[in-house]
């Protein structure tokens, strides 16, 4: 007997990060089934970013961004540049929108890229018994929270005055020989 698919419980499924063909042995169903459905259900790109007034160029950046690509690809990407450091401001300078962030993080919700899956799927990184990819989702972990201290930088300076030109060699490990050169 076939149960009638809960569009409400197969997108509530869907945010929570199970997988599809689980979702459609829940519901007894066809994985391709319940891809047409959540098709169908969840919002498009393009309906998701119609309520911000961005250009066609930000659009496509924020599209960029939420398929993981980074600030500088994404905006290499979307504009019409071919200057890395070009694509570097633009992507900086974009980021710093609130509202694009918050279009990118919706545009991730709506797919199911939501924050608690994205956590789910960091701690199963975490958990790995291969250290390279333990620690890295550890790294990720640390800086999804904002663990690490800022990082704080000093600027020293240091007036050294050499009693002889000898002094300088020892002090930067040369040898002696060097300075008759």
Known sequence: M???IDNDKMLEMFKQGIPQKDIASHFNASCPAI???LKRLLPQPENILDKYNFTEQQQQFVIE???GKNNTQAALSSYETGSMQAAKVIGS???QKPEIQQSIAELMDGCGLTRQYRIRRL??????A???ISLKGLDMSFKLDNSYPPQRNVNLNVDIVPTSPVDIQVLFGEKKENVDN
Do not use: I, T
Not at 123 to 128: A, Y
């Open 35 to 37: 891809c047409k459905k």
């Open 2 to 4: 076939v149960k009638k």
């Open 93 to 95: 300078n974009l980021m």
């Open 123 to 128: 701690k199963q990184h975490v958990d790995s």
């Open 130 to 132: 291969l250290p390279d």
């Open 65 to 67: 961004k939420a398929k």
